[in-house]
């Protein structure tokens, strides 16, 4: 597949901005600089970045509790993210979301998720929106391996295969679901497999290998906006950190970490687009200084802005 | 003026508001060529065709998220349950998902979707098919909830409902639907969280919705022979309920029993009761009384069933106690 450079310059910054914003997020909350709880994504860069390269501002996502990643892929604005985690009146949802709750119409982004599975209906209905308006726009659900265990994925997937809507359903599989290893509660192997249950194409991918991602989800839009149904891509990937922030890790073997680390999805892919002449050394270095010092200014944005009025809590029910 | 069923009131109500706005679409279970359960949405599929009035397979979950997924999206979508017992079933996308979005996302997001649902007793269906949750809806922040008690109201509640930016739970009493009342030809709606005096009185008030109000009007001309008048305020939405009717009706009265289909505990007739507690409390002569459900599910036998259910006798008789002291 040919890949338009500027695609493949734009999925290198977006990784970079994904690793280094939860990096961040990973030291400030340690820190105790945020309220709540947060889930990294640290590891999962390629699934989200592929994806969302293949679509356009005005398409559809829906993301889970371990959302950031899928946020930031979409185009989203780390200074408004960071202030949200910070419970900032200036963050996305005025401080009254958080981590598991950014959304963005303007790009799309209907929201991260609090509950395993819910998004599946969301993104069926967005797609069925979309067909019913004929807009042309797709939708891309975002789902853990957890969430295909849920009555949701079985009832959505019927209902966007049933009536062939745009919606590419993009099942990140790291292996884990909080601690239960998935494989325990699961006997297919292969999550994609499930796409024959609806007579839809169901590819099981290196969810490591962000070209790989964008190449399957590629196609998938492209089947999605000429009216041919509904995709389900399984990305096999692996979160490096613990399923929250703070949760011992008391579940997985530390040289299985230690393997899938070594499989990170960044340096490689810097690698090849040097190899390639896509991108010079100095380039890539540049763009990884100008997405720390966007995440300074995000950072500073949010310790800077002020706290939201406590009256503001009853405000935003009611449209 | 003319007459139509409580059933066709609504049809009518979808149809104007398809006709009106192409955001406007509905989905359900049964609702297209078959026209419904209880026929509310016959004609419409011939009308409107498939692509506004889609039959979905049994997935309450999938379905009403497909709705507040469309919502958020562009689409007015009003969706039917077979019955609102299921509606358990859907209530992720409900409780989570549609009642918190705009409020999660700081306003960024909102949900104009309406989910029609036919409740109640009666019937000899047994604990699966008659139960009542508006109680549930009513208590979480984020979600309207309807119950109309005439065709006349059905019709611009239902309106008043889908033109809502929010997300709106319509309760549609089955033993309401072959009920015929006026309705006029032209264009009306009704605004939600009005209450409606449906009788005026001067001794006792009543405080109930949905087919507790026809239960209501017929002791309260039993009572009335009895010199005992009394006043009917149909609360039509329980969510947000309107205190000020409340309140104004017992400033007038000075007594009130609350009669209501369903279960007691943490109800919609508790929160009546407290707001008269809270608001009233210096207006009322005698305690509140509550005519409501026996706390058990409803049972199969026609004997057994009008055991736990209000009937027109168990109203009859609290208005007596409270009129009587």
């Excluded at chain 1, 969302?52 to 604005?77: E, M, Q, V, Y």
């Excluded at chain 1, 949200?84 to 009254?96: M, R, S």
């Excluded at chain 1, 929201?111 to 807009?135: C, D, F, H, Y």
């Excluded at chain 2, 409340?246 to 029993?257: D, G, Y």
């Amino acid at each position: 597949m040919d890949i338009p450079r500027e695609t493949l310059l734009l999925m290198y910054e977006r990784m970079l901005k994904v690793r280094h914003f939860e990096d961040r997020v990973k030291d400030l909350f340690a820190a105790g600089e945020m309220p709540g709880f947060v889930h990294l994504y640290l590891g999962q860069e390629a699934v989200a970045v592929g994806a969302c390269a293949t679509l356009n501002d005005d398409d559809f996502i829906t993301s889970t509790h371990r959302g950031h990643g899928h946020i930031i892929a979409k185009g989203g604005d780390v200074k408004l993210m960071m202030a949200e985690l910070y419970g900032k009146a200036t963050g996305y949802n005025k401080g009254k979301g958080g981590s598991m709750h950014i959304a963005d119409p303007r790009l799309g982004i209907l929201g991260a998720n609090g509950i395993v599975g819910a998004g599946l209906p969301i993104a069926t209905g967005a797609g069925l929106s979309a067909k019913l308006r004929k807009s042309g726009q797709v939708t891309v659900c975002f789902f853990g391996d957890g969430a295909s265990n849920q009555g949701t994925f079985h009832e959505a997937i019927n209902i966007a295969a049933a009536f062939d809507l745009p919606v590419v359903y993009v099942c990140e599989n790291n292996l884990y679901a909080v601690g239960t290893r998935q494989s325990d509660v699961r006997k297919v192997e292969d999550i994609a497999d499930r796409g024959v249950g609806y007579a839809i194409p169901g590819l099981a991918i290196d969810g490591n290998d962000v070209i790989a991602v964008y190449e399957a989800c590629k196609e998938a839009v492209e089947r999605a906006r000429a009216g041919m149904g509904p995709t389900l891509i399984e990305c096999k990937t692996y979160r490096w950190r613990t399923h929250f922030e703070g949760e011992p890790d008391t579940y997985r073997p530390p040289e299985e970490v230690e393997a899938w680390m070594q499989r990170e999805p960044i340096a490689p892919y810097r690698t090849k687009l040097i190899e390639q002449g896509v991108l010079t050394e100095a380039q890539a270095s540049k763009i990884e200084a100008d997405v720390l010092a966007e995440l300074d200014g995000a950072v500073e944005f949010a310790r800077q802005s002020p706290h939201p009025e406590p009256e503001s809590a009853l405000e935003d029910l009611w449209a | 003026m003319r007459t139509l069923t409580f059933a066709q009131a609504l049809g009518e109500a979808m149809a104007e508001e398809l006709r009106r706005d192409p955001s406007v679409v509905l989905w359900g279970i049964d609702i297209g060529p078959y026209g419904g359960a209880f026929g509310v949405t016959q004609g419409l599929h011939a009308e409107f065709g498939p692509e506004r009035v889609i039959d979905m397979p049994v997935s309450e979950a999938g379905y009403t998220g497909c709705g507040v997924g469309a919502a958020a999206t562009g689409l007015r979508p009003v969706i039917e349950l077979q019955f609102s017992d299921w509606i358990t079933i859907a209530s992720d996308q409900l409780i989570n998902q549609a009642a918190n979005m705009r409020y999660m996302f700081g306003g960024l997001i909102s949900v104009p979707m309406v989910l029609r649902a036919p409740v109640g007793g009666y019937t000899s269906a047994a604990a699966q098919h008659t139960h009542m949750f508006e109680s549930i809806f009513s208590f979480v922040a984020g979600l309207k909830v309807v119950l109309p008690s005439t065709p006349h109201d059905a019709k611009g509640l239902l309106k008043s409902a889908i033109r809502d930016n929010n997300p709106v739970i319509f309760f549609e009493h089955n033993q309401l639907y072959a009920t015929e009342g006026e309705v006029p030809e032209e264009e009306y709606t009704i605004p939600l969280g009005k209450a409606d005096v449906k009788r005026e009185g001067s001794d006792v008030t009543i405080v109930t919705y949905s087919y507790m109000v026809s239960k209501s009007l017929a002791a309260a001309e039993k009572l009335a022979r009895e010199g005992i008048d009394v006043e009917v305020v149909d609360l039509r939405t329980v969510d947000p309920i309107d205190e000020e009717a409340i309140v104004a009706s017992i400033k007038k009265t000075h007594r009130l029993v609350v009669v209501q289909e369903t279960w007691r505990n943490c109800s919609v007739s508790s929160e009546v009761a407290a707001i008269a507690a809270e608001k009233a409390l210096d207006y009322l002569d005698e305690p509140v009384l509550r005519v409501t459900a026996h706390h058990v599910p409803t049972p199969f036998s026609p004997v057994l069933e009008e055991y736990v259910l209000p009937n027109e006798e168990k109203i009859v008789a609290a208005v007596r106690r409270v009129a009587g002291g």
